[in-house]
T-cell receptor, first 113, second 113 residues
């Protein structure tokens, strides 16, 4: 079964620190890897996404690192802030027609001030 | 522009009762999705509709039915609610199936007693 394995389940980081969330996959047909951010009581929202033809994508303090050979990708949050406290989901899309996004189980990030 | 709207926001049902969760989007998106979110389980896809007139099962379709009423609306029906269906339900939409950004609604918190 297609899966995206996400770790850790929860993460506590001090303000100003680096938060790192990892995801791994098996299906080589995956060709699009987004990250979603969800605040309590809200629906998830797209944060940043990457395609496998690049190894890194940066948007402000958020960076996706992608390792195609290891079939792993990770989200790095630099200078973490209390406002970054949320649940983060990685996801993957297969290039097979008619398939929907596969989500990881999520990581709850708490940034302490 | 309201994005994705869901009704109701909260609902309490007794075991065996039926109900329909409503979802509408005003972004002229082709694809729509229903997810459930449970602690530690992440976002699990129940059903999706790649385009108007089509629906497909996701990861956890048992106990649910869907209707893509028109391009804007995608409803989720519980015919005979069970306590295992206690969850937060999210509707989402995207321009194309699994491509680009998925926009999520605010969620419906359902409790089945």
């Amino acid at each position: 079964q297609q899966q995206v394995k996400q770790s850790p389940q929860s993460l506590i980081v001090q303000k100003g620190g680096i938060s790192i969330i990892n995801c791994a996959y098996e299906n080589t047909a995956f060709d699009y890897f987004p990250w979603y951010q969800q605040f309590p009581g809200k629906g998830p929202a797209l944060l940043i996404a990457i395609r496998p033809d690049v190894s890194e994508k940066k948007e402000g303090r958020f960076t996706i690192s992608f390792n195609k050979s290891a079939k792993q990708f990770s989200l790095h949050i630099m200078d973490s802030q209390p406002g970054d406290s949320a649940t983060y989901f990685c996801a993957a899309r297969s290039n097979q027609a008619g398939t929907a996004l596969i989500f990881g189980k999520g990581t709850t990030l708490s940034v302490s001030s | 522009n309201a994005g994705v709207t869901q009704t109701p926001k909260f609902q309490v049902l007794k075991t065996g009762q039926s109900m329909t969760l409503q979802c509408a989007q005003d972004m002229n998106h082709n694809s729509m999705y229903w997810y459930r979110q449970d602690p530690g389980m992440g976002l699990r896809l129940i059903y999706y509709s790649a385009s108007e007139g089509t629906t497909d099962k996701g990861e956890v379709p048992n106990g649910y039915n869907v209707s893509r009423l028109n391009k804007r609306e995608f409803s989720l029906r519980l015919e005979s609610a069970a306590p295992s269906q206690t969850s937060v339900y999210f509707c989402a939409s995207s321009d194309q199936l699994a491509m680009g950004e998925q926009f999520f609604g605010p969620g419906t918190r359902l409790t089945v007693l």
